[in-house]
């Protein structure tokens, strides 16, 4: 089928070309020169990598702060989860809220939030901590334990939305079976709850920790001032002359590869356990009414903490940032500065910077990667769902799909430089590039995203189009498109959030005319972080939960319409 | 709404198809090797007449109508609809389903549920390049074949399950064609409405004359639909025909046990009677139609209600067995009595009185009805 051969191309193009640049530059030691332009390969940078203990280094960190921030989001996740779908805490909607509220906020921004909440000089709780007299409590966010910290807070509302659901679906008959038997709430928790969610939780484990290992945002932000690095950062440094002297693609590239190897052989333990998981009945078909577990005397003291926690995860953060949007320079808060307030740094966003290039750009590029991102993935899944070749062939479009799983978003921007430097395509420099190394970025998930609703499609729907006399293109565009409307806005709008937040991509591809929001908050941060950066994030933060408000919307309104419809239906058959 | 019985019936056909399958096998390749869903499947619909495929799940009736709806490509093998050809393994012939110009009703019905009573029905018209009147003229006729033309502009998720059902029926005939493919149309349904749905379905195929292929596993609606039965067991047609020939005298021991309640009673063949031979069993001998081999050991055959209450004095006689009631239970219409001999059991259907358990009974069965197989490695049918 021609369109199965063209969507196998356009895939390998998106990830095959730039991995195998990757792995050509990796061979090339001549720092200043792009591997077109390198003339001798070379297994130095490798030498380089494995002799220079500073590699060493770099491995502790980059593990230390993986299974810290790991540890501490799935730890709060599912903690949360328990609370909220299996108890009878107090306030449950509030606290959901609460808890997810960190996914509209770009980890770029989330860190710059509590760099001004605890940094060693003024942030306000350490000063606050030194006004109680409580020095000794003081925390300085610039080190490892403060990228884990701030890793793990905006982690856990990540890692909620995946756990939650398991926890949601388990069949409550099991943990009263065990409370007949005599066990109490703890007890129950960790003999029956915890075990039975075992390979829905590991899954969630390996995935988050795929996840730390090659973000950005934080360690960029909060790790090279600090001077920690992690594989991410190194090749961000790497190849930016102002961090060591020449940029050196070959070391970035030799680097990179470590880091795509460690992800991906997590990515193919994560495959394992999802299959190995599907064999565990935690969700069956079978309905039940929810019951929840009395908390009893707990109630309170345990409602008491989950929100305190939840203010420490979404409101201090939110609310110090649009406090410092709000100040001309850094006071912490207090009715005596109130009288400074004013919205200076809003006005001057959008008069004195390229603020509106910036916005039209965001938005062009995130829309343009959203509907191609979609679209090709709509079109892989029907194909690995329903196409009429051989299972052997769909299993393999699957994988090749995918595979950008396993690359971390620096080192596609890496190679995406390579590629667009090689090839006779003029888009390096614009935000074209960017769209498309979003497509590559995103494609694994958004392809999962349209398997699973077009598997909600029964063939049956398809087939009965066929004996109606239309073929494939037709019976795709009739019937199997518009039933996959829901999904596709969807998967549509999930893309351009994540896009809008993706910083790690964008940040090794933009130039000045193609800033984007993402870079654009990040080049101010590099100018210090004042209060013009802190308008900007409050602006991007509204944004994305304007979004992230637009699936329910479109839902309620989808359902309204069909209302509609039923009731001018009503008097036809009277 | 308007009754079937005043419609005029599809104008234009001047030959109803027969469907014709010759030789259609097909293996699946998964990860523990091939397995063989169809082994020479072959057979012959007549024209205008119902044909039904019965069988126990996964015996391959499914996929073999998937094969002539062009939605499953065999192996090999060929495939004719009247005078096209549109499967042919040896000459590389393969029609895709959109161009076979058949009708299908779905197990699932398969409605869209994104548009209305009447956009689904349009649906096949699209590609007939009809005018407008002529279309919404089309729609209306197939809507009021099924009796829901006032429901035309209804959206399709809000139909009950007979109302999908009747869409369904409604947009496989709207283009008119000669041939119909039902994949188990009324097993989603109750038990009323089936029964509903079923006399409407056979009305319709005759007011039309289309040539009808239908697939079930209950045996009920295939003996109460069909002209032809093809009973169809791993992958392989045992044995076609009519409903009655099937059921009261069936070639195979397959049809006798799968039809229906059945009697296989272990005995030895001892001598002849007439036509047939009479096989000796713990509780007598019976005279009966011998099917199958020429060996000794034999299962006598027959059908629980094909058996009567016998006077005592007829004990002996070539249709007549005794033993002792095991089991009783009353049904309202006719009892179920178990009956034992020597370890062996029958179950007979006697209306009338209800024997008491531990009674002693003599029962006749009619010689007419009784079959004598060669006896299976398989444990007898209580």
């Given amino acids: 089928m021609l369109a199965f051969a063209a969507t196998v191309l356009v895939l390998a193009y998106l990830t095959l070309v730039p991995l195998a640049l990757l792995v050509y530059g990796s061979f090339i030691d001549e720092p200043g020169r792009l591997p077109i332009e390198a003339s001798a390969l070379s297994l130095q940078n490798y030498v380089q990598v494995v002799t220079d203990p500073a590699t060493y280094r770099l491995l502790a960190n980059t593990a230390v702060f993986t299974i810290g921030a790991t540890a501490l989001g799935i730890g709060l996740a599912v903690a949360f989860a328990w609370l909220i779908e299996r108890t009878d805490i107090w306030g449950r909607n509030l606290l959901l809220v609460g808890i997810v509220v960190p996914m509209a906020i770009p980890n770029m921004i989330y860190s710059s939030a509590w760099i ?88 969630a484990i390996i995935f988050f920790t795929v996840v730390n290992m090659e973000t950005f945002d934080v360690p960029g932000t909060i790790g090279i001032p600090a001077q920690v690095n992690v594989f991410s950062t190194m090749i961000y440094a790497a190849t930016q002359p102002e961090y060591s002297g020449l940029p050196d693609y070959g070391l970035a590239s030799t680097l990179s590869i470590v880091l ?71 006071m912490a808060p207090s009715p005596k500065a109130l009288g400074l307030v004013s919205l200076k740094a809003y006005v001057d966003l959008f008069a004195g910077y390229d603020l509106g290039q910036v916005l039209r750009n965001t938005a062009l590029m995130s829309i343009t990667a959203g509907i191609a991102t979609t679209l090709l993935a709509a079109l892989v899944a029907w194909l690995v769902l329903r196409a009429p070749v051989p299972a052997g062939w769909r299993s393999m479009l699957n994988r090749l799909a995918f595979l950008p799983m396993a690359i971390p978003s620096i080192v596609i921007g890496l190679s995406f430089i390579f590629v667009y430097l090689t090839l006779p395509i003029p888009i390096y420099g614009t935000i074209w590039i960017i769209a498309i190394a979003m497509v590559t970025k995103y494609i694994a998930f958004s392809s999962g995203m349209m398997m699973a ?102 839902i309620r309104l989808r359902r309204k319409l069909r209302d509609l419809r039923e009731a001018a239906a009503v008097p036809a058959e009277a | 709404m308007s ?55 996964g015996c391959g009736k499914t996929t073999t109508l998937r094969c002539i709806a062009g939605l499953e490509q065999p192996d090999a093998g060929e495939i004719r609809l009247g005078d096209r050809k549109v499967f042919s393994s040896r000459e590389g012939i393969q029609l ?114 289309v040539t009808a292929l239908f697939v079930t596993h209950d045996q009920e609606e295939a003996l109460a639909l069909s002209d032809t039965i093809a009973l169809m067991n791993n992958g392989e047609v045992v044995e076609v025909g009519p409903p009655r020939q099937l059921y009261d005298a069936p070639m195979h021991r397959f049809t006798a046990g799968f039809l229906g309640l059945a009697n296989f009673v272990p005995g030895t063949v001892v001598g002849e009677a007439g036509d047939g031979v009479v096989v000796e069993t713990a509780f007598g001998r019976f005279a009966g139609k011998r099917r199958s081999g020429a ?33 009783t239970i009353f049904l309202g219409e006719t009892n179920d009595v178990l009956v034992e001999r020597d370890g062996q059991r029958v179950r007979l259907r006697l209306p009338g009185r209800l024997p008491r358990e531990g009674e002693r009974l003599s029962f006749a069965v009619d010689p007419e ?8 490695s398989a444990p007898p049918a209580a």
Avoid at chain 2, 152 to 166: H, T
Avoid at chain 2, 369 to 376: A, M
């Fill in chain 2, 295 to 327: 060996a000794p050991a034999a299962d006598l055959f027959f059908r629980p209600h094909k058996a009567s209450l016998a006077a005592d004095d007829r004990a002996g006689s070539l249709d007549v067995g005794t033993g002792t009631v095991a089991e």
């Fill in chain 2, 369 to 376: 009805f009784s079959l004598v197989f060669e006896r299976s």
């Fill in chain 1, 453 to 554: 609703a077009q598997m909600q499609i029964s063939p049956e729907l398809e087939e009965a189009s066929r004996l109606a006399g239309a073929g494939w293109g037709r019976t795709y565009r009739r019937i199997t498109f518009p039933l996959l409307t829901a999904a596709l806005v969807n998967c549509f709008l999930w893309v351009v959030i994540h896009v809008v937040r993706e910083l790690a991509v964008a940040v090794m591809l933009y130039s000045s005319r193609s800033a984007v929001l993402s870079t654009k908050v990040w080049s101010l941060w590099l100018g210090g972080w004042g209060a013009q950066p802190s308008a900007l994030g409050v602006l991007t933060i509204l944004a994305l939960v304007l979004l992230l408000g637009l699936p329910p919307t479109v």
């Fill in chain 2, 96 to 209: 895709g389903a959109e161009r076979r110009g058949l009708g299908m009703v779905f197990q699932s019905y398969a409605i869209w549920p994104h548009m209305t009573v009447g956009e689904n029905v349009s649906y096949p018209l699209d590609g007939l390049k009809l005018g407008r009147a002529e279309r919404d003229s089309r729609v209306q006729r197939a809507l009021d074949l099924v009796g829901l033309a006032a429901l035309v502009d209804r959206p399709a998720p809000n139909l009950s399950g007979g109302q999908q059902q009747r869409v369904a029926l409604a947009r496989a005939l709207v283009a008119e064609p000669q041939i119909l493919l039902l994949d188990e149309p009324l097993s989603n349904l109750d038990a009323k409405l089936r029964d509903q749905m079923r006399r409407e379905i056979k009305r319709l195929q005759r007011r039309l004359g």
């Fill in chain 1, 116 to 203: 001004l909440l605890l940094n060693p000089q003024n942030g306000w709780i350490n000063d606050l901590l030194r006004q109680a007299g409580l020095g000794w409590l003081t925390f300085n966010i610039y080190s490892l334990a403060g990228m884990i910290l701030v890793q793990g807070l905006s982690l856990a509302s990540h890692a909620y939305l995946l756990v939650a659901a398991p926890f949601k679906m388990l069949d409550p008959t099991w943990e009263e079976q065990s409370a007949i038997a005599g066990k109490g709430v703890a007890a129950t928790l960790w003999r029956v709850t915890l075990p039975s969610l075992k390979p829905a939780l590991l899954a």
């Fill in chain 2, 3 to 57: 009754s079937v019985h005043d419609h005029p019936a599809w104008s234009g056909h001047e030959e109803i198809e027969l469907i014709f399958a010759n030789e259609l096998s097909k293996a699946y390749t998964g990860e523990r090797g091939s397995v063989r869903v169809l082994n020479a499947v072959s057979f012959e619909a007549a024209p205008g007449s119902v044909f039904t495929l019965l069988g126990p799940s």
């Fill in chain 1, 260 to 330: 795509l190897l460690a992800a991906a052989c997590l990515i193919w333990v994560y495959q394992r356990q999802t299959r190995h998981a599907k064999q565990f009945v935690t969700v069956t078909g079978k309905s039940f009414r929810p019951r929840r577990i009395s908390l009893g005397r707990y109630r309170l003291p345990l409602t008491a903490i989950a929100f305190a926690v939840v203010a420490a995860i979404s409101l201090l953060p939110v609310l110090m940032l649009i406090w410092r949007s709000l100040m001309p320079f850094y």
